[in-house]
């Protein structure tokens, strides 16, 4: 797995658009392991492992399109050095 889709609650809860949608969805993230909590706080900044830039693209475009979060609320990245 070496890049992630990086999703900051707190945009995604102003927008006040996808973020019920989210919190069901989380849940299964976080029990697949594939969530990691990259900055705690009251809403968290968190990053899904994905296999490689197209299956991480895909869930970006699902989770704007069908969970209606806002575009500025969710980033594909690459895993550097190993870190998640």
């Known amino acids: 797995?070496?890049?992630y889709v990086e999703l900051d609650e707190c945009k995604a809860w102003a927008a006040q658009r996808g973020f019920a949608w989210w919190l069901a969805y989380r849940?299964?993230?976080?029990?697949?392991g594939k969530l990691t909590v990259v900055k705690s706080g009251?809403?968290?900044v968190v990053r899904i492992s994905a296999a490689d830039a197209?299956?991480?693209e895909f869930m970006r475009g699902h989770m704007v399109s069908?969970?209606?979060l806002p575009?500025?609320?969710?980033?594909?990245?690459?895993?550097?050095?190993?870190?998640a």
């Open 1 to 3: 797995m070496n890049h």
């Open 27 to 32: 849940r299964r993230f976080e029990t697949s």
């Open 42 to 44: 009251w809403l968290d």
């Open 54 to 56: 197209e299956e991480a």
């Open 66 to 68: 069908s969970g209606g």
């Open 71 to 83: 575009r500025t609320a969710v980033k594909v990245g690459r895993v550097r050095g190993g870190d």
